[in-house]
């Protein structure tokens, strides 16, 4: 398999041959459909069980597409990014750099971490309850 990293360690380069279903992943992003908050970059969105890029097994869903050929992905329009996906040629290299983490924002496996932080505030708001319960009725005890 042919790839090369790049001084900044988390960009590769990676080149695939176009199959029967094309490459084998959609992507999401550009400047008119920002995935990204703030970020108008072309993103991996699924890798196509069975394509080129899931034959290959470098490109995972998250990575942020830079270039293919040579030819940037910056400041591009969706439907301008997808075109020059569908024309790129048979061999197509792609400049890609990593997802580092699920801790990077934007797109993630799972929706984990929020449904864990979710439990911890309402298991805390219980304790809190519990607690106040517990002081009221030895008020009341109290005055009564």
């Known amino acids: 398999m042919n790839g090369s990293l790049h001084s900044s360690s988390n960009v590769v380069d ?3 041959k176009r199959g029967p279903a094309g490459l084998g992943f959609n992507i999401v992003g550009g400047v008119d459909q920002q995935y990204v908050m703030n970020d ?3 993103y991996v969105s699924k890798i196509k069980e069975d394509g080129a890029a899931a034959l290959d097994g470098r490109l ?3 990575d ?3 270039a293919i050929n040579g030819v940037t992905l910056k400041d591009l329009t969706h439907k301008a990014a997808v075109e020059l996906f569908r024309t790129a040629g048979q061999d197509v290299e792609l400049r890609v750099e990593k997802k580092l ?3 990077m924002n934007g797109p993630t496996d799972s929706g984990h971490e929020s449904s864990v932080s979710s439990l911890g505030i309402l298991a805390a708001l ?3 309850a519990a607690i106040f319960a517990f002081m009221y ?3 009341v005890r109290k005055h009564v």
């Open 14 to 16: 990676i080149k695939l």
């Open 40 to 42: 108008s970059s072309i």
């Open 60 to 62: 995972r869903e998250g």
């Open 64 to 66: 942020k597409i830079l």
């Open 101 to 103: 983490s699920r801790h």
């Open 126 to 128: 219980v304790g809190a």
């Open 137 to 139: 009725m030895r008020h």
